[in-house]
């Protein structure tokens, strides 16, 4: 099947009302006949939940959490971008979307950048409606922060929890149509496949959690908002129950997968402490707009931290390296995530690393304490040289800012960030790959769409800060209600779909018998082994830095593992009850598939890009010596994996990206 | 130094079953650990032994989700403060200590499995009256039309940071649910935008509260001293006046 | 406004109003009684008045009695409904780590104080009600021609037991009204800046009335 993104003829800057203009609508009365299904309750399946029952369609939402506001798009940090140009820095529809193109490394489908720049600023104005409390200025106006990769001020924020608050915002728009009866909403329900009928998506399989009983549900059409795939990696800022396998099983029933590769390893993140870690927590790229990151020049000095017995604060500033200062002058320590993740782990590479694992730099607020704390000091008429006052002054400031993540960060550590640098490293945290969608966001299962982090289409090889919420809301808000309607004028005269039929019947004997198969293999690892295991062969071999050896070695391994896995699990308990174990390891089971193709899709890339950096793709020499080098030529396209049983033998389709409207360039931040 | 920690958890098969407390021992825990992390080890210890693991409540680890429940020691999210349990870290414990794990325990909040409680009922305070009535279409005023008062805002996203974990309804003795409802009440009462249908809201989302079985709030300030984000007393004030200004009213 | 009783912030509502009400009369029984320390002319004057003027007799009197049964009919049903709220405790509950003694026995108590009550009733209501209103002397005088106040006041105080009980009450009430006076307030919805001025004053009046009682108490038991 040739690929068709359905992209809009037109200007770019008109495509998307064109395309509003001329689509096929469903007229109310006949809305009220037509069921949605929507499996994940985030930013983008809840604001699509809330705004399709709005619409008038009867929408089923599930979600495995014990409740919709509990979905991992709560834990965004630092805030959401729209092209609003309140601070009047130059900001445009078309700067935002031109700084997410080259943020995603120019391998992002222009069109839906576009519209989501579009979007962008409406969100803003819906969420203020709804209740979503902003940060605001002391004249009552909304507030701004800057965030890696651009050069004006767009980002709105709530403290560091923007992202609950905006989750918290579709949750309470969800909550209004429960209330109404419009939304019937299915907690604790985990999807488990979806039903296709006459080649259309026409249903799903869920295993109620707490009962484990099996139930059908049909609709006209099915939207997966399920989230990304980033515990494939064992250890990621993910929630525990993150996990792939909504989007897998749509992928195996004919959905491509596209970029798997693309995968976003946040450069600020608490470092590891041991074996014992269960996940990674991100301190906000917010933090990059006051911190700076070092590391130590000289290799005795690391070593007297380590050994303790040098205080980082001592060591005089002519011997530390502020490594993203000295390399990206333009952008300093505002870099995008990926140049600033692989900087930190050339440092420590190179054995710079500060703490005992030898995998962490340092993210310093000494100076902007400083700065803060003479400010404030300035405007109260108060002395300005009196050290201890400036310096807690320029406290009160930052935990005005960061309050919540330098308790977050106590809490975890044990350290005073305030008085001494915080320690952070990379760690992976959201990705730009997905199910493949055209414009209208549907997958190659006709009815099958797929909005959010789950779907592939907004950021190319690389996400910008506080990007993903702007796709999630603008997916779910703005976007889908719109072209869904399009699909669904074709069925109001189908009625209710039957849920007796075989294709339900097929699909819900599958899901039963791996379900039988977990509760009666008496193996002799649990499913925990094994993610740890695959967990680090993708962290080693399919990480930060990829060469053709270590992802060649990658695919077998992954591939032993997985047959290893279905010989050797142990899942205690039955299906008939509460069972995380039994949830966990069809989880895993898919988890063990993907990692395999997300290696052989970092294989056949044989560039660097974003998130994916390839060490056989580099600049050999001239000022950029040694960065990712993209091969435009060869490479300007989106792989979509077509699924044909096993991982290895999946079938690449190309979408091939045109820029018509931005030159492409190499991204430089110097 | 790397503790062994002796574990009271109240083991329950299902929401039929009577339940009790079973003692377990876990070795060599790491100070670093979080308190999940600790139960993650004597989880898989009990899987290798081919016993059944202790069922419990998580998902983000990183204190904002809410999912994570647990009283430990007799404290919801145990003894730190201004923390949830999967942020509550060994340290805070002892080699040789005596930790007694049980559910958060409330009418309203039966338990499923385990140390698993249902808080649906905190969904359906919300689906009743947590909300502003306007539609999602983004076919409304622009974003900076209303000003509002910095410290207004700022008091409403202070309520707004709620996590609906429901360690205020464990901790208090009466398991009364008026912070989380008051949060919610506060957070649109404060906002330009929440107040055009504040009676209604409050008068719905307290009438909700009290069907659903929660206790009455009698002021010992147990919930905000448990409460993992400080959430503040006095939105529970702030909801008897908004609620008696209703009642008054209609 | 029907119906607000049924529900948990207005059973919350009148219970605060009737434990605002109660300490205002309080406040007007330590003054009257503060008047025997140092005038017991003064103090057969202002019983005498309390005790035969009809708008307290007929119309107060009642109030107070009922404002007294209410507070405390509802303090029993708020604590039968709360302890429905949580039909299975805790193994292990560390209730002092997050909240007062107080705040945590207002039931307890308040039935030390009821029962003190009881005893202040047999010991002074009753037989006035007995004077009054069944022998039907409203005059207020002993044989000897003065007012009998001071004189049955006196009386009252000389058995070491009564006092003890006397004390070990207001010690109770000192208990109750240190969360009881501040907590009435949340309860009505006070939330603004001379909240927090108020929560010292709450503290100064729980612990100032009870100590002036038991000061007057032990006064008239040495002094007589």
Known sequence: MALDSKIPKGPIKDKWTDYKNHIDLVNPANKRNIDVIIVGTGLAGGSAAATLAELGYNVKAFCFQDSPRRAHSIAAQGGINAAKNYQGDGDSTYRLFYDTVKGGDYRSREANVYRLAEVSANIIDQCVAQGVPFAREYGGLLDNRSFGGVLVSRTFYAAG??????????????????GRGKIKMY?????????????KARGIITRNLITGEIERHSAHAVVLGTGGYGNVFFLSTNAMGSNVTAAWKAHKRGAYFANPCYTQIHPTCIPVSGDHQSKLTLMSESLRNDGRIWVPKHMKDVEAIKAGTLKPRELAEEDRDYYL???????????????????????????????????????DFASAIERYGKETAHVKGLNENDAA?????GQEVIKNKYGNLFQMYEKIVDQDPYNTPMMIYPAVHYTMGGVWVDYNLMTTVPGLYCIGEANFSDHGANRLGASALMQGLADGYFVLPYTIGDYLSNDIRTGAIPTDSKEFEDAEKEVRKTLDFFVTNKGQHSVDYFHKKLGKIMWNKVGMSRNVKGLTEAISEIKELRAQFWKEVKVPGTNEEYNEELAKAGRVADFLELGELFAKDALNREESCGGHFREDAVELDGEQKGEAKRDDENFAYVSAWEYKG??????????NLEFKDIELKQRSYK | MNMNLTLKIWRQKNASDKGKMVDYKVTDISPDMSFLEMLDVLNEQLINKDEEPVAFDHDCREGICGMCSLYINGEAHGPDRAVTTCQLHMRMFKDGDTITIEPFRAT????????????????????????????????????NTIPINKHDADTAFEAATCIGCGACVASCKNSSAMLFVGAKVSQFALLPQGKVEATDRVLNMVKQMDEEGFGNCTNTGACEVECPKGISLENIARMNSEYLKASLKG | MSGILNSSIGRKFAMALSALFLMIFLLQHFAINLLSVFSPDAFNDVSHFMGTFWAIQYLLQPVLIFGVIFHFVMGFVLEIKNRKARTISYAKNNGAANSSWMSRNMIYSGLAILAFICLHFYDFWLPEINTKYIQGDMSGLLANGEFRYFEELQHKFVDIWRVALYCIAFIFLALHLLHGFNSAFQSVGANNKYTKGLKGFGKAYAIIIPLGFVFIALFHHFNH
């Open chain 1, 161 to 178: 929890q923007t992202g609950q608050q905006l989750l918290l915002g579709a949750y309470s728009a969800m909550n209004r149509q429960i």
């Open chain 1, 187 to 199: 907690n604790r329900h985990e999807m488990l496949d979806v039903v296709k009928v006459d080649g």
């Open chain 1, 325 to 363: 200062e000295r390399r990206y002058p333009a952008f300093g320590n505002l870099v995008p995530r990926d140049v600033a993740s692989r900087a930190a782990k050339e440092r420590c590479d190179a054995g710079f690393g500060v703490n005992a694992t030898g995998e962490a730099v340092f993210l």
């Open chain 1, 389 to 393: 006052l400036v310096k807690k002054l």
């Open chain 1, 646 to 655: 096993e991982p290895s033998d999946a079938v690449l389709h190309k979408e």
């Open chain 2, 108 to 143: 309203a909040f039966p338990v499923v499995k385990d140390l698993i409680v249902d808080r649906s009922s905190f969904d359906r305070i919300q689906h009743a009256g947590g909300f502003i009535s306007v539609n999602t279409s983004g076919n409304t005023i622009d974003a």
